[in-house]
């Protein structure tokens, strides 16, 4: 079984930085993509930014990009999103998956959440 634990989040002024962690049990990580996802309150849940297993391929919603930063560090079974240039807008907890296939079908695990709160 695949546990995610998140950490990093808090309150930050906009324009303000945070960097977010999460580190996976178990033996899988280097072998599966990674994501951060966010849901504000009353919203549904949004992809954030996704990285392959090996990092070569890196993906943004429009809404970060520029701003957020993803990566991985496969020694230490952790994916980091650097965010910067904080907006009100990105308020929200947000959640770390893990995503692999494993034949016959893709598992997919989540973390508890981290709760960003961007706020003058």
């Known amino acids: 079984q695949v546990q995610l634990v998140e950490s990093g989040g808090g309150l930050v002024q906009p324009g303000g930085s945070l960097r977010l962690s999460c580190a996976a049990s178990?033996?899988?990580?280097?072998?599966?993509?990674m994501g951060w996802y966010r849901q504000a309150s009353g919203k549904e849940r949004e992809l954030v930014a996704r990285?392959?297993?090996?990092?070569?391929?890196?993906n943004y919603a429009d809404s970060v990009k520029g701003r957020f930063t993803i990566s991985r560090d496969n020694a230490l079974n952790t994916v980091y999103l650097q965010m910067n240039s904080l907006k009100p807008e990105d308020t929200a907890v947000y959640l770390c998956?893990?995503?692999?296939?494993?034949?016959?079908?893709?598992?997919?695990?989540w973390g508890q959440g981290t709760q960003v709160t961007v706020s003058s």
């Open positions: 998956n893990l995503n692999i296939f494993r034949a016959p079908r893709w598992y997919n695990y």
């Open positions: 178990g033996n899988i990580f280097s072998s599966a993509s």
């Open positions: 990285i392959n297993p090996d990092g070569s391929s890196i």
